[in-house]
């Protein structure tokens, strides 16, 4: 039996699933737009059968869609249906333009927060216009006049339509949440297909005389003409709809394919989305749906989830789902004239709603674009989706702008003629005025700290803080320019010392680690690689340290964080004891010393849950000598916190990877080795012959260690997968994993690539910012 047989099964399964999900929506969609209800049918299948043979993410679902629904219903209403058709097709050679052009990947430039707000604003709309449906009456032309309508429409209720929406809504919400057997076995069934069905039939049976579904003859479908209007209004929708339409859909594919690496093994996997193949599928399907009378077609990820989660394998799925469309368009018409419009208005207002993400609002508040995301969504509702955008943009630019020249410096007298210097933000052009004004504040022979809090100093502010050091120090002065913790940092001119400044956040480490020359001692039996007088303890990793009194060092250390960063972090502190804390991620990883969690990841308190073991295992569950401790805290990030992501962090040179290869049969069992148990089906996993070797950065491994570090974090995301919370939060799309290496030697992070066993190099330039 050759491959594409074998799979077709799954597919079937799979495309009967998404057909049943697509149905009811689509007639939804085409109602909400005010477009004949066949269009709804048309882009169904021509998205299914189309975009589903020559776009780039196999098990992508491809349709119409709650994001273009406010933009359809607004050019319907200004040039007409016929028109509409024409714009659709119009925008879909400008799509089929953009992917010759490769730009697929800059439709993904655009901030997180626009594309959210831009959703979240079409939903309220979507969900104001359908109330009035379900409230038995018609919605209006703008979201506005939608609002200010409501009183007269609450005056004026129907009630066959509203208990008829109510059911349709209660059945859609608890259908997913039916207990037992016998709810397991029901929930086979879509949600939105089971709500739209017992809504039909309840009217069917109960008489209830409301608006139902009217699919006229084919033969009077109506199809495109040529665009009337002016041009500029025109070009500006088809620009709409291409713009709309392409963010979506490769947003969608983007999505479905972390669903895709988080599901499945590496063999069962599909290949990666091509998103330029897949912006050309797009614009070949708006060319057809349009020149048959649809609706605009873009990816959708509802019914592309359906589809990966029901068992999909290939493209075929999706291209059946099409094809059952279309056969429905023309076999069950009389069966879809039963649906009552009320049923259809409460599943499209349902899905409107959920375009207000809860997900995409902690997201955005976590990154503090809340005033992008809001400014969207209003501009959205009150003024369109392109409007909307444009203002979301030039938002987004004046926050950037706005964080990179904001810039607060002060001037504090401590204790005798000492001055300190704050200068909070990026240092450039634009703050030169004041602090010009805050260094003359300082008298010529007093002694001035100059603390630097920034990534960033352009020409015009270092030339400015250079001549004023010059004449400080001429005019009898000194000064002492330091970080944001008080590590001194090399002003122009003075003498080099041999402090090194790569850790100046760390001063408390640096204190006691300052690269001194170490004194000679008297190698130990185990200690064959003792440091000569003229070697560097820092350099010197196989070698012991000389040994310090713990108790000192410790008391040290405290002294200089109550010192130099408490102050720094004490209102953040306050604030996280007060509000509780809200970690953006679990980070397991080795209890080796080497490795300093929040320095490698810029992360500051609250930032991360912090699982530290021997070897960054993670015991399978129900495994012999389980640890609960790591399942625990597992289910408590994940069922507790709520944590958006989970990281295994391995790194070079693991003592306990080093302790499982050399492990031999009969030793005794010791509670290292007992633990280390947990690490053998990575060991197993190394020596098999159906994985390849893990690869780092385009090279293999140095050694056999450092293979096995590699393979043990691939390894250890498999067990992830195995925990009960996790499994149930991946397949709700609303957790992600993520492996990762960190080299020692080379002080390197490296990111494991979705769907591969491959670490690659990567710049985390936004690591930490929610700190």
């Known amino acids: 039996m050759t491959a594409a047989a074998k799979d077709l099964p799954a597919d079937l399964s799979a495309s009967a699933a998404v057909f049943l999900i697509a149905l009811p929506l689509s007639l939804g969609i085409a109602l909400a737009t005010g477009a004949p209800l066949q269009a709804g049918l048309v882009a169904a299948a021509v998205g299914g059968i189309v975009a589903g043979r020559l776009g780039g993410a196999p098990l992508q679902v491809s349709g119409p869609a709650a994001g273009l629904t406010v933009v359809t219903a607004e050019l319907i209403q200004h040039y007409g249906w016929r028109t509409t058709c024409a714009i659709t097709v119009l925008a879909g050679c400008c799509q089929l333009g953009l992917a010759a052009l490769r730009t697929a990947r800059s439709a993904l430039m655009v901030s997180p927060a626009i594309v959210h707000g831009m959703l979240a604003g079409i939903g309220v709309t979507i969900a104001l216009a359908q109330l009035h449906i379900v409230l038995g009456g018609t919605p209006q032309s703008s979201a506005v006049a939608n609002v200010l309508g409501l009183p007269g429409q609450l005056a004026d209720l129907h009630p066959g339509a509203l208990g008829i929406s109510v059911l349709t809504l209660i059945v859609l919400l608890g259908w997913p949440r039916l207990p037992g057997r016998t709810g397991l076995a029901l929930r086979k069934v879509p949600a939105a297909l089971a709500a739209v069905a017992t809504a039909t039939a309840f009217a069917a049976l109960a008489g209830i005389g409301l608006p139902r579904v009217d699919l006229p003859s084919w033969s009077s479908h109506a199809l495109p003409e040529v665009p009337e209007g002016p041009v500029l209004g025109i070009i500006a929708a088809v620009?709409?709809?291409?713009?709309?339409?392409?963010?979506?859909?490769?947003?969608?594919?983007?999505?479905?394919?972390?669903?895709?690496?988080?599901?499945?093994?590496?063999?069962?996997?599909?290949?990666?989305?091509?998103?330029?193949?897949?912006?050309?599928?797009?614009?070949?399907?708006?060319?057809?749906?349009?020149?048959?009378?649809?609706?605009?077609?873009?990816?959708?990820?509802?019914?592309?989830?359906?589809?990966?989660?029901?068992?999909?394998?290939?493209?075929?799925?999706?291209?059946?789902?099409?094809?059952?469309?279309?056969?429905?368009?023309?076999?069950?018409?009389?069966?879809?004239?039963?649906?009552?419009?009320?049923?259809?208005?409460?599943?499209?207002?349902?899905?409107?709603?959920?375009?207000?993400?809860?997900?995409?609002?902690?997201?955005?508040?976590?990154?503090?674009?809340?005033?992008?995301?809001?400014?969207?969504?209003?501009?959205?509702?009150?003024?369109?989706?392109?409007?909307?955008?444009?203002?979301?943009?030039?938002?987004?630019?004046?926050?950037?702008?706005?964080?990179?020249?904001?810039?607060?410096?002060?001037?504090?007298?401590?204790?005798?003629?000492?001055?300190?210097?704050?200068?909070?933000?990026?240092?450039?052009?634009?703050?030169?005025?004041?602090?010009?004004?805050?260094?003359?504040?300082?008298?010529?022979?007093?002694?001035?700290?100059?603390?630097?809090?920034?990534?960033?100093?352009?020409?015009?502010?270092?030339?400015?803080?250079?001549?004023?050091?010059?004449?400080?120090?001429?005019?009898?002065?000194?000064?002492?320019?330091?970080?944001?913790?008080?590590?001194?940092?090399?002003?122009?001119?003075?003498?080099?010392?041999?402090?090194?400044?790569?850790?100046?956040?760390?001063?408390?480490?640096?204190?006691?680690?300052?690269?001194?020359?170490?004194?000679?001692?008297?190698?130990?039996?185990?200690?064959?690689?003792?440091?000569?007088?003229?070697?560097?303890?820092?350099?010197?990793?196989?070698?012991?340290?000389?040994r310090r009194p713990g108790a000192g060092q410790l008391a040290n250390g405290i002294g200089a964080f109550q010192r130099d960063t408490a102050p720094h972090v004490r209102d953040e502190l306050a604030r996280l004891a007060r509000e509780g804390q809200r970690p953006s991620q679990l980070f397991l990883t080795c209890a080796d010393s080497r490795l300093v969690t929040s320095m490698i990841t810029a992360s500051g308190p609250g930032d991360l849950f912090t699982v530290r073991n021997v070897g960054n295992l993670v015991p399978l569950p129900g495994a012999e000598s389980t640890d609960d401790s790591v399942a625990a805290a597992i289910e408590y990030a994940v069922d507790v916190l709520k944590v958006d992501s989970i990281t295994v962090c391995g790194h070079s040179g693991c003592g306990a990877m080093q302790a499982l290869l050399n492990s031999a049969p009969g030793q005794p069992m010791t509670p290292l080795r007992r633990w280390l148990r947990h690490g053998l089906p990575s060991l197993e996993r190394m020596a098999s012959r159906h994985h390849a070797w893990a690869r780092i950065s385009g090279r293999l491994p140095a050694d056999a260690v450092e293979q096995l570090c590699l393979t043990n974090v691939v390894q250890q995301l498999e067990h992830l997968r195995a925990h009960e919370s996790v499994a149930r939060r991946l397949a709700e799309g609303s957790l992600e994993l993520h492996g990762m290496y960190f080299h020692v030697g080379e002080a390197q992070a490296y990111l494991l690539s979705d769907g591969e066993d491959f670490f690659d190099c990567r710049v985390f330039d936004s690591v930490g910012q929610n700190a």
């Open 239 to 546: 620009l709409t709809i291409t713009l709309v339409g392409s963010v979506e859909s490769l947003l969608s594919a983007v999505a479905t394919d972390k669903l895709i690496a988080s599901e499945r093994r590496t063999g069962n996997r599909p290949p990666r989305a091509s998103l330029d193949k897949e912006l050309r599928g797009q614009g070949a399907a708006n060319i057809v749906s349009g020149a048959l009378g649809g609706l605009p077609i873009t990816g959708v990820a509802v019914r592309s989830v359906a589809n990966v989660k029901s068992g999909a394998v290939s493209r075929r799925s999706t291209m059946l789902h099409g094809l059952w469309v279309l056969l429905a368009a023309g076999l069950l018409v009389p069966l879809l004239d039963l649906i009552p419009l009320a049923a259809l208005a409460a599943l499209v207002m349902a899905v409107g709603v959920q375009m207000v993400s809860i997900t995409h609002l902690r997201s955005v508040t976590r990154h503090r674009e809340i005033p992008v995301y809001a400014t969207t969504i209003v501009a959205v509702v009150l003024g369109g989706v392109l409007e909307g955008v444009a203002i979301g943009i030039a938002v987004a630019v004046a926050l950037a702008l706005h964080r990179l020249a904001r810039t607060r410096i002060t001037v504090e007298q401590l204790e005798g003629e000492v001055h300190q210097v704050r200068a909070r933000g990026q240092l450039t052009f634009l703050a030169v005025p004041r602090l010009s004004r805050v260094l003359n504040q300082i008298p010529q022979h007093g002694h001035a700290v100059i603390e630097l809090d920034g990534s960033f100093m352009d020409h015009a502010a270092y030339e400015t803080l250079r001549d004023w050091q010059e004449s400080h120090v001429a005019h009898g002065g000194s000064l002492k320019v330091t970080g944001r913790s008080g590590a001194s940092e090399r002003p122009r001119g003075a003498p080099q010392r041999g402090t090194h400044q790569c850790c100046r956040p760390w001063t408390p480490w640096q204190n006691h680690c300052d690269h001194r020359p170490t004194r000679p001692r008297t190698a130990e039996p185990d200690d064959a690689e003792a440091p000569a007088a003229d070697t560097f303890e820092a350099e010197a990793a196989p070698a012991k340290r000389p």
